[in-house]
């Protein structure tokens, strides 16, 4: 069997074949899928940004937050102490306010008695 085929019936099969081709759409697809696979490229470095910046081991959000917990915890703990120290420190002041306020007497009183002394004879 011979098959021969003109260059006209090649000519015409192409032009049907072009015809049934989407102008431009399958352009348009093509670099509509390019940009979803650069967007999910994108996606995946943020995503893996995020990740390092939650679980790094030195310094990451959980870590932090797990440091900020311990802090507080530890606070609390050691907050009656803190209390009672704060306590004594405002009792120390209050006899400390006191003690000065005797001293600025005792201290007027002897000036008194110096310039009373000095003074008194003449």
Do not use: C, Y
């Not at 390019?34 to 030195?58: A, S």
């Not at 209050?94 to 003074?119: C, P, Y």
């Amino acid at each position: 069997m011979v098959v021969a085929i003109t260059n006209k019936e090649i000519l015409e099969a192409v032009e049907i074949i072009k015809s049934k081709l989407p102008n431009g759409e399958l352009t348009l697809l093509k670099k509509s899928i390019e940009d979803l696979q650069e967007g999910q490229h994108e996606l995946k470095d943020d995503i893996r940004d995020l990740k390092r910046q939650l679980l790094d081991p030195d310094d990451g959000v959980v870590v932090r937050v797990n440091r900020n917990s311990d802090f507080r915890r530890e606070r609390e703990r050691r907050m009656p102490e803190f209390e009672s120290a704060l306590s004594k420190f405002r009792n120390v002041m209050a006899w400390k306010e006191g003690v000065t306020r005797a001293l600025w007497i005792v201290f007027s009183a002897l000036a008194g008695l110096i310039g009373k002394i000095l003074f008194w004879d003449r």
